[in-house]
């Protein structure tokens, strides 16, 4: 684990990173600077620096973010109403942890952009 890599330190309990659900694969918190009402990161408990290092073996634990994403979606009542699920990768994509996360956000009617 890095040491020098925030979600890494929320992920094991280092800094509080308001958790809402953790299991051996992935973790999900509270986004600390909230764009929507509901604005949740998932992430798998493996240090992954981005969608550019993926391999062929994180193919279930990059599913598994999807499942417990639909999870919460269910949980905090807004599955239905819809959400957002995002992945940034890189600079001009606005990548600012280089420990891979889903965003989960919801609450609102989100603005529709173009990346
Ligand atoms: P990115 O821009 O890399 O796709 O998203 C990083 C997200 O992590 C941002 O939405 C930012 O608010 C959130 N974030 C950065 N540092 C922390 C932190 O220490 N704790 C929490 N809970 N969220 C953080
Ligand atoms: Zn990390």
Redesign the pocket.
Known sequence: MPSDC?FCR?AAGEID??ILFQDDQATA?????PVAPIHI?IIPNKHIRSVNELDVEDEALIGHLFTVAGRIAREQGVAEAGYRLTI?TGPNA????YHI?L?LMAGKALPIHLG
Not at 29 to 33: L, V
């Open positions: 925030v929320i990173g308001r918190f509270w986004d600390i600077h990161l940034n606005g990548q600012s942890v996360h965003h």
